[in-house]
């Protein structure tokens, strides 16, 4: 009724007006009522707008609050009853279940977070940037991004050539657990497995997180921050501080190669390493538990790199996804921004055509499509059979060639392609620096024949990728090959792989001489992960990005893994399985040349299964890159390897995906590599 | 303004609606009954306010609600469009930005130790109605917690009664990294400026560390339970190491002062019960050690905390929830509550003053005898504060106006005794007491668990203790034993109070004496500086006159402070609170003797003449309301925002010497305070 009234006066009063006076003759009962209308429109027509508007405020704020303080009020439980009178009885979290078992907080736990999830903040910025003092750039809620984009990208770019700060600008990590436990309210990162280990006894002394700046090369951590010492005064302390007890290393996705440069640069004598003599990992490190590690670097960091257009590595633009590409030229921002993070490009594949594969050949080969695959696990994991008969039937797709332009390219046979070398092509000079805004991206100075050249050769390979991006982006790639390296080394005793550049490359390096340490590879499967992209020229012109993954190329087999210009294989929706899973297989498999020591290796797989309904949240079983840190399978190996259990005492090996591993198996023995 | 003129609309159009009701309705009215006009129309005039009363009354709020709501969020806007540097106040140049001006850089490394209280505690076990506060704050930050679940908090924050560690099934943790304490609650900062200021001219993370720690634990157990202390070793080694062996400036506040110097000896001590740095650890890392608002000698303020929960800074619970204090409806009986809290807090004994009465004065004679009370020296700095000149002779000038407070009498019950010569006086024989101790009051009607240590006294007990004279610094400890002997058991296993004849005594290399100044010696270092800085000018809690509490309820705290009491104009005696010169919270006799008299040049307490400076800061509260707390404060903790004492530590840690910033600076009559306080050096 109320309302009603209230709307009323909304009417045009122009009309309104004279209708009523019409009324008003005829109509001699509802007189009184009319009257009283008329004078609610004479005396209010003003304010009438101003005032419903603030009226309907009124309400929804009065019913905002009631919901506010009615949810308060609630007990904390409530939620978790809803979601069982649902979905059933929850499981234990592996922390209360452990913790009935009798599993007690024992080996001190290093984290070390991945590229992106951890929080950066401002130390000293320019003028645009005040009052954001030792608030979070990255990470937290992004607030800043929206408020004052530009300035934004101002702070998070490093110097394009020494890859460090650029001047006047200090931006450095966060430290302390909170660093990377939610990446963004509500996201969780380490958070589960923080809050799980503490059920079972664990608390800040007993836990660190080694947070780095992630947009750095790694030696530059150390030249910088200090990182490195830092992690290992702090190893050193909390092993010394826990009675002796080695500490658990748990490294996340690009955390993973971080800490196999500490592990290389802690034994390297002084100026270069921290000269912590040749037993250091040995005496200090029990085990170190990778997960979703991508030990061989993946193909999104390639796309990223080329066009700014993987999924993930580009984390920014979803948080930004309203501005992208309309005017602000945000993908070039992007790009300008992400190409002076060294930290890229130490995901860029590694080991050359000999592990992902050359024109014809890859090791994913016979990897049946994840539709399939994925119906497989769904409704039975036995059936194992399946995928082996599947393999003739589907189309070969040619997972080795990691860029190429157009699809009729992808699939042609090798012997088809007419390729021009590119690499000494003329690049043109570009006359749109001037048009361009301020955006800079290295693309400008290649022009029209330099692009031309880069489509007309048509296939790239992981090895002449790095070609390309090196012509693409000559500065970058500069800078990143100081830090750096992606080959296979023949020989390793090779006194040149002293250099810190190779550290972060497991086949390029040895591990410690730590037979006790164990190593663990925990990884998601089942969800359709990056592969090889299929490109196209940009339509538009000057002042974009030439290239563009070419979306049109869509296999509409329901069987095929190319969707909109993506080859996919399996893995955990970032890291393909070879990249996180081959180290652990064979590569450091026995007493091998990379292994010298013989520290065991152990596989551990999770397959993905999709949070059941909308109130699991990320899922509990999740397989994918981030989600997989609250799975609780996982969390329980983890809890586990802390508490003290060893590899062979937690089962040894869960493989989910045992036919394919054993394709890889076979395929890397093709790999004509010196084991 | 469009705010209020909309407002005033709103007000507006309501009366006009009702005049043009008003003649209408006569009109038809007068048709039918002329001479029910007046009934009728009061008929209608109920009738039209009843309709509009229904929507006016949700309606109208609703309303309203709308109108604030849209200020707000204008207001709001507004505020965030408008530039960060507001035209019409201009914000004095931060000395961060002064001195990165004059070249200044960062040089040293920073340990920043935090003091009491003002540490953030995280809950990382609780019981179960606790539930969702895993690695929440209980303590600092928003404290929204105190007013959902107060009982809960008081339960996580309280230790266990006999060892003075965790209770089992609950661990509260030291929040660790800046954020520990830099805010202690949104808004209200204590590390946050002086860590701005150091970042202006070059200090980060990786140079920059703060030694949070617990601090409800006593200064060994936090080492024995968290390994605070080997944390706080081993980043000042990587500090040094990493930032190309330049020494640690270390700036501590408040208890953090003690904290550290227990460090100080820890580190040099043999393993098992020491860092086993070695004898040079000290003069290897450390550069200087920047105390701000020390209590080397204790406040007296841990005295009537411990004995009656009442001092007003320290149990600053109370003034987080003030409406439901002593409410005797609710029952609630908050300072029962928290004095059962606070006496599990190792740490707050470790406040208790130290030196007994040879510092703090005797029944008769007190150090700060003839200091000019405060009242008078107010209303002196409301005039003039400009001319330092006369600074020094206005102190001098009320010398005689009054005779002199007897500050030595810690705590007194009633005034009388206050005012009576020493021979008048009972002696006091403390051991009497712990004779009569034994018989327990077992007074069934209280029942139920015991909260304080006082239910388990006997009212006569209490009454003789009221009935005694006054107790001074040394007696206040015996008192204090007598009415908490489980806390004082527990706490002389970790503390002393007194002041050492022979340092080379073996019994002094037990931690208990390290963070006690007069029974410690300081490291051989000559090289490193100690600075004593802190605010003058404020009235600071001396001693207390004391009551029987009235109420004879049940779990009563059977004290408390005799607030009627005041003393004249010009008297420091004001309800029932001896003042006198300090920051607050620390009198200046505690925060600068040390540095004044104990520790210059070489003395027993300083065998290796290491070099004091003692800088005060006269306090001057903030001009405007937008000055927030002060850039000139001297107060305990407003004074980590003082613009003085900020440029000082930035230099010290840019690596000027005690001597370039300008060696003493003095406001009080410290050093003839120090002076007479007969203590063999």
């Not at chain 1, 092993?239 to 592990?263: D, Q, R």
């Not at chain 1, 692009?451 to 693409?472: G, Q």
């Not at chain 2, 560690?165 to 030291?174: C, N």
């Not at chain 2, 202690?184 to 860590?195: D, H, K, S």
């Amino acid at each position: 009724m109320a309302s009603i009234r209230r709307r009323k006066p909304v009417e045009p009063s122009n009309t309104s007006v004279q209708k009523e006076e019409e009324e008003d003759e005829e109509e001699e009962d509802h007189s009184k009522n009319e009257h009283r209308r008329k004078s609610d429109k004479k005396s209010k027509p003003k304010w009438s707008c101003v005032d419903n508007c603030c009226w309907m405020v009124g309400y929804i704020c009065v019913t905002w609050w009631t919901l506010l303080f009615l949810y308060n009020v609630m007990p904390a439980s409530l939620p978790l009853y809803v979601t069982e009178v649902i979905t059933g009885p929850l499981p234990d979290s592996p922390g209360v279940k452990l913790r009935k078992e009798g599993l007690k907080a024992k080996h001190p736990v290093v984290f070390v977070p991945g590229i992106v999830t951890a929080g950066l903040e401002l130390w000293e910025g320019h003028q645009c940037a005040d009052g954001l003092f030792r608030k979070r750039l990255w990470g937290g809620t992004f607030g800043e991004v929206y408020k004052r984009p530009l300035c934004w990208v101002e702070h998070m770019s490093l110097d394009n050539e020494t890859g460090l700060d650029p001047p006047g600008i200090r931006v450095r990590p966060v430290c302390g657990l909170v660093a990377a436990d939610y990446f963004a309210p509500g996201y969780f990162v380490w958070a589960v497995l923080i809050a799980n280990l503490a059920r079972i006894g664990y608390e800040e002394k007993t836990m660190y997180m080694a947070s780095y700046d992630w947009r750095l090369s790694f030696q530059n951590t150390e030249v910088r921050d200090q990182t490195l010492s830092r992690i290992k005064s702090n190893i050193e302390l909390m092993v010394e501080a826990n009675g002796g007890n080695k500490a658990v290393i748990i490294p996340h996705s690009m955390g993973v190669l971080y800490f196999l440069h500490f592990m290389k640069w802690v034994e390297a004598p002084a100026p270069m390493g921290a000269g912590g003599g040749p037993d250091w990992c040995a005496k200090h490190i029990k085990a170190v538990v990778n997960i979703g590690g991508p030990f061989l670097g993946v193909p999104k960091a390639v796309a990223g790199l080329f066009s700014a257009e993987a999924r993930d590595i580009a984390v920014a633009r979803a948080i930004a996804p309203g501005v992208l590409n309309n005017g602000f030229q945000t993908l070039q921002h992007m790009m300008r921004m992400s190409r002076t993070w060294d930290s890229t490009m130490s995901m860029i594949p590694k080991g050359g055509d000999t592990i992902w594969g050359d024109l014809d050949w890859s090791p994913e080969e016979g990897y049946s499509p994840m539709k399939r695959k994925q119906r497989n696990t769904d409704t039975q994991k036995a059936s194992q059979d399946d995928p082996e008969t599947e393999i003739s039937q589907t189309k070969r797709a040619n997972y080795g060639r990691i860029i190429s332009f157009g699809r009729d390219v992808a699939e042609a046979l090798s012997s088809d392609i007419e390729r021009i070398d590119f690499r000494d092509a003329v690049k043109g000079q570009s006359v749109a620096n001037t048009s361009c805004r301020d955006v800079w991206t290295e693309y400008h100075d290649m022009g029209y024949g330099g692009i031309k050249a880069v489509a007309e050769y048509k296939v790239y390979t992981a090895e002449s990728m790095i070609d390309l991006l090196r012509f693409v982006a000559p500065k970058m790639m500069e800078r990143g090959s100081a830090h750096f390296s992606y080959g296979i080394a023949d020989y390793l005793d090779d006194p040149k792989y002293q250099h810190y550049k190779y550290w972060s490359n497991p086949l390029e390096t040895k591990l410690p001489n730590a037979p006790e340490m164990e190593i663990f590879s925990l990884y998601g499967v089942g969800v359709p992960t990056e592969r090889a992209y299929v490109y196209k020229l940009s339509p538009s012109a000057e002042c974009t990005i030439p290239f563009q993954i070419d979306t049109s190329a869509d296999e509409h087999d329901e069987d095929s893994c190319l969707k909109g210009g993506v080859y996919s294989v399996d893995g955990d929706e970032t890291v393909p399985v070879l990249s996180s899973g081959f180290m652990c297989a064979k590569g450091w498999r026995g007493k091998t040349r990379f292994n010298p020591s013989g520290s065991r290796t152990y596989i551990r797989e999770y397959a993905h299964s999709p949070p059941a309904n909308f109130l699991e949240g990320r899922g509990t079983q999740s397989g994918a890159h981030v989600d997989i840190m609250g799975n609780f399978a996982l969390i329980e190996d983890v809890m586990r390897v802390a508490a003290g259990a060893t590899g062979e005492e937690l089962g040894g090996e869960i493989k989910f995906i045992q036919i394919y591993l054993s394709g890889l198996r076979r395929s890397t023995y093709n790999c004509d590599c010196k084991w | 303004m469009a705010s209020i003129l909309r407002f005033r609309k709103l007000c507006y159009v309501e009366p006009v609606k009702f005049q043009f009701f008003q003649p209408q309705n006569f009109d038809k009215k007068e048709e039918t009954v002329a001479t029910k006009a007046k009934t009728s129309l009061e008929n209608n005039e109920k009738r039209n306010k009843r309709q509009p009363k229904e929507r006016s009354c949700v309606n109208s709020c609703c309303c309203v609600i709308g109108y604030m709501c849209t200020t707000w969020w204008l207001l709001l806007v507004l505020y965030h469009c408008l530039p960060a540097a507001f035209p019409g106040f201009q914000v004095p140049e931060s000395p961060g930005t002064r001195l990165k001006r004059e070249g200044l850089r960062a040089l040293h490394p920073v340990v920043l130790v935090p003091g009491i209280v003002t540490g953030g505690l995280e809950l990382w076990e609780g019981k179960p109605c606790a539930e969702g506060l895993f690695r929440k704050r209980l303590w600092g930050g928003s404290f929204t917690e105190v007013l959902k679940r107060p009982l809960c908090l008081l339960e996580h924050l309280a230790l266990h009664n006999e060892t003075g560690l965790d209770p089992p099934g609950i661990r509260l943790r030291a929040v660790s990294g800046l954020v520990a304490a830099d805010y202690f609650a949104p808004g209200y900062f204590v590390w946050a400026v002086l860590i701005e200021n150091l970042a202006k001219i070059g200090y980060e993370g990786k140079n920059m560390h703060m030694a949070a720690y617990d601090w409800r634990l006593s200064f060994q157990n936090t080492e024995i339970r968290d390994q605070t202390l080997s944390r706080l070793k081993s980043q000042i080694e990587l500090m040094y190491v990493t930032n190309g062996y330049k020494k640690v400036v270390v700036v501590p506040h408040s208890m953090g002062v003690i904290y550290f110097l227990h460090f100080l000896k820890w580190v040099e001590t043999p393993p098992p019960m020491g860092g086993g740095g070695g004898p040079g650890w000290c003069a290897k890392h450390i550069k200087s050690i920047m105390n701000i608002g020390p209590v080397f000698l204790g406040v007296p303020k841990a005295v009537s905390n411990l004995f009656s929960a009442e001092a007003k800074d320290m149990a600053s619970i109370r003034a987080m929830d003030p409406g439901v204090l002593d409410s005797e409806i609710l029952r609630l009986q908050a300072l029962e509550h928290v004095m059962r809290v606070t006496r599990t807090w190792d740490s707050i004994a470790s406040l208790l003053p130290k030196g007994g009465e040879t510092v703090w004065g005797n029944l008769d004679w007190s150090p700060e005898e003839g200091y000019a009370c405060d009242l008078s020296k107010k209303r002196y700095l409301q005039a003039s504060a400009g001319d330092k000149d006369t600074n020094g002779s206005d102190v001098k000038m009320d010398f005689h106006v009054k005779e002199s407070n007897k500050y030595g009498r810690i705590i007194s019950f009633g005034k009388e005794t206050l005012q009576l010569p020493s021979s008048q006086l009972p002696s006091v024989d403390t051991k009497e007491f712990l004779g009569t101790r034994t018989n327990r009051n077992t007074n069934s009607s209280c029942g139920g668990e015991v909260w304080t240590e006082y239910d388990e006294m006997c009212r006569e007990t209490i009454r003789k203790i009221a009935e005694n004279k006054p107790y001074t610094a040394r007696t206040a400890l015996d008192l204090l034993r007598f009415v908490a002997p489980k806390m004082m058991q527990r706490v002389d296993s970790h503390l002393s109070y007194g002041i050492a004849d022979n340092l080379d005594d073996p019994k002094y290399t037990r931690y208990k004496h390290w963070s006690n100044p007069l029974e410690t010696k300081l490291p051989d270092a000559p090289d490193i500086e100690i600075y004593c800085s802190y605010g003058v000018g404020i009235p600071t809690e001396r001693s207390y006159v004391y009551k029987l509490s009235p109420n004879d309820r049940c779990k009563s705290i059977p004290f408390r402070i005799d607030s009627s009491v005041d003393g004249d104009e010009d008297s420091c005696l004001s309800g029932g609170v001896h003042l006198t010169d300090g920051d607050e919270t620390v009198p200046v006799i505690s925060a600068g003797f040390m540095c004044a008299k104990g520790w210059r040049g070489r003395t027993r307490f300083n065998p290796s003449g290491i070099a004091t400076f003692i800088r005060e800061y006269r306090h001057k509260p903030p001009a405007s309301l937008l000055e927030g707390r002060g850039l000139e404060s001297g107060a305990h903790v407003d004074i980590m925002g003082n613009f003085a004492l900020i440029e000082d530590v930035l230099r010290v840690a840019a690596g000027a010497t005690g001597a370039e910033i300008g060696g003493d600076r003095v406001h009080s009559d410290i050093f003839r305070m120090s002076d007479r306080i007969n203590l063999r050096l």
